[in-house]
């Protein structure tokens, strides 16, 4: 049949018609390649680009958790220092009748400290900006202050404060005890209860630390939840300072 | 490696140029083969023969471009495969088994007449393959020498199928009376 026979004369047919076809038909088996090496072209951009852009993503949600105030000034600048927020409840604490200040401010109007304490952030900021000039007392005061006695430590803690700035409040750090009630895997703080806010000593178990915080606390209610804003001494895990304090009333 | 290098062993009678002409061009001509039988395993086996043939043919042959040499090679193959299933398929009915027995009476050689009338219609195919433009003349040899479907066609060439398929139809058209002239009968 004349289909077949052409079909079989074309294989004999002058090579350079068939290297011609095949050139063209080569170049569509080419644009495999060329295709998937766009395609690693393509992952490799995007491993780039998360490799660049996460952490710098990551970095800015860390400084919007921070809190708003000068919290790295408190602590000396070759010392590794991290603020986080901490929520500390007041259970165990006395009550006191004179504390019914609204959510956010901080402390109440007492006679003593509210000039400096009182209120929004920015005024907190300012004295704890004031105690940073103190850097080296806590660091100095933090490994008496693992060792045990808190009330050795508020004093020790307060004279830098009082004869460098004299806007610290009346020199008298608070400390108060609490119990972590969980630690980050990387040990940073989480959260924190307030287990016994006068205790004399403090525990050397990493679930107990102390927080020096320049502010009187001895007013808050049972119930109350106290943020806490804090620096600490990595060298010093288990002392915490307080750089401001947000309280949410208790019922 | 180099064709070149490839034909040298064939030449030198290196078993090793089989795995070089299988690692350079196997699927080259397992397309080839695919085309004419739409069969994997029989697509392989045709490969393989293609091999074959290659080694008994190389040398005397030193074909300066050993990619058209084995295709021109598998395609004859894929193609003497194909008939032989089809003869073996029309063995079913009585009718097609009687012109089965008939034709076994044939040399499998074909006549010498045969082989002139072929040699006569390539030919006339080169040059009726000339007088056509190169997309037009790719398109028949992709379709009637490489058996690609129009889509594949229509890809390499950067047109539409639809194109594809009248630039085809009108190359045919052509072609028929092409052979007319020449004298074929038709």
């Known amino acids: 049949m004349m289909e077949d026979r052409i079909i079989d004369a074309l294989s004999d047919i002058d090579e350079k018609f068939i290297i011609e076809t095949d050139k063209l038909r080569s170049k569509k ?13 393509a992952c490799a951009a995007l491993v780039f680009l998360c490799a660049f852009l996460i952490p710098i993503l990551q970095r800015n949600t860390e400084n919007s958790v ?10 000396s600048s070759d010392t590794k220092n991290d603020t986080e927020m901490a929520e500390i409840s007041t259970d165990s604490l006395p009550e006191d009748p004179e504390t019914d200040e609204s959510i956010g401010s901080y402390p109440p109007e007492t006679e003593n400290e509210s000039d400096n ?68 895997e990387d040990g940073f703080i989480h959260y924190l209860i307030f ?15 102390h927080i020096i915080c320049p502010f009187d ?23 915490v300072y307080a750089t401001h304090i947000e309280i949410e009333k208790g019922e | 490696m180099q064709d070149e290098m490839i034909v040298e062993l064939y030449w030198q009678r290196d078993e ?24 994997t395993e029989d697509s392989k086996e045709s490969v393989n023969d293609t091999y074959l043939a290659a080694w008994n043919s190389i040398p005397p042959h030193r074909p300066s471009i050993l990619s058209a040499f084995l295709g021109k090679i ?15 398929k029309r063995k079913a009915g009585e009718y097609a088994l009687s012109l089965y027995e008939l034709s076994g009476m044939r040399d499998n050689e074909p006549h010498p007449e045969e082989k002139l009338d072929e040699k006569l219609l390539t030919e006339a195919l080169n040059r009726f393959l000339t007088t056509l433009k190169p997309e ?47 004298g074929f009968e038709l």
Do not use: W
């Open chain 2, 136 to 182: 037009a003349r790719s398109a028949f040899l992709g379709r009637y020498y490489f058996f690609d479907s129009l889509k594949e066609i229509a890809r390499y060439l950067g047109i539409s199928e639809g194109k594809t398929k009248t630039l085809l139809h009108r190359t045919r058209l052509s072609l028929k009376e092409f052979l007319k002239k020449e």
């Open chain 1, 66 to 75: 921070k809190p708003p105030i000068g919290e790295g000034e408190i602590l």
């Open chain 1, 117 to 184: 304490l009182s209120g929004n952030e920015g005024q907190a900021g300012g004295d704890i900006n004031g105690g940073s000039s103190n850097d080296e007392d806590f660091e100095a005061d933090a490994p008496t202050g693992n060792s045990g006695n808190i009330e050795e430590n508020a004093p020790t803690d307060n004279s830098g404060n009082s004869d460098k700035n004299p806007e610290t409040p009346e020199s008298e750090d608070f400390m108060m005890t609490v119990t972590v009630d969980e630690f980050t």
């Open chain 2, 16 to 39: 090793s140029a089989i795995k070089a002409t299988a690692d350079k061009y196997e699927n080259y001509l397992l397309k080839i083969a695919y085309n004419v039988l739409s069969d």
């Open chain 1, 217 to 239: 606390i001895s007013h808050l209610t049972e119930g109350s939840t106290v943020t806490v804003y804090y620096t600490y001494d990595i060298n010093d895990p288990y002392t």
């Open chain 2, 74 to 88: 598998t395609r004859r193959i894929s193609i003497d495969i194909y008939r032989r299933k089809n003869r073996t």
């Open chain 1, 195 to 209: 287990s016994s806010p006068d205790s004399g000593s403090v525990s050397q178990n990493r679930k107990s630390l």
């Open chain 1, 29 to 41: 088996r080419q644009a495999f390649p060329v295709r998937k090496l766009s395609l690693i072209a």
